[in-house]
């Protein structure tokens, strides 16, 4: 739909204005839709330097590869980058991030699951851009 084109425009606006390190994560709540987003995403990023990875079922390296810059996740494997990368220092490389079917927080099946992506996020990025605390030798 609509809502799904914009979202797709602003994400691919923030990710080629990010750099060759930049990624960005997708996240979707089937299997099924991975697959058909990252066709569709590679489509329209033919002729970039940015690639495209899919996480979904058996799909996807850990750690995340620096050279992969669009990530097209389900949730649980949305969790897994967000932790892998967070891990490795390298959550800033994270520039831009879609929840598609944003209305599944309430589902009873897939809404847990996206809450609590969305919250470690929020977490993560919160605990990343606070001062740390240096320790004397």
């Known amino acids: 739909g609509g ?11 923030r990710l080629l204005a990010g750099g060759a390190q930049a990624k ?5 709540p089937y299997k099924a ?11 329209l990023l033919r002729g970039t330097h940015m690639r495209v990875a899919d996480y979904a079922g058996p799909l996807g390296a850990y750690p995340v590869p620096p ?4 990530l097209v996740a389900t949730l649980e494997k949305g969790a897994g980058v967000v932790q892998s990368l967070a891990e490795q ?4 490389e994270i520039v831009a991030v879609v929840a598609d079917e944003i209305h599944l927080v309430g589902d009873t099946s897939r809404g847990a699951s996206l809450e609590r992506l969305l919250a470690k996020m ?16």
């Open 3 to 13: 809502k799904s084109l914009v979202a797709e425009v602003l994400l691919l606006r």
């Open 24 to 28: 960005a994560l997708f996240l979707v």
């Open 33 to 43: 839709d991975v697959a058909q987003k990252g066709v569709r995403l590679r489509k």
């Open 67 to 70: 050279r992969a810059n669009l």
């Open 89 to 92: 220092g390298r959550l800033h």
């Open 122 to 137: 929020r977490l993560l990025a919160i605990a990343a851009a606070s001062p740390r605390a240096t320790q004397a030798d």
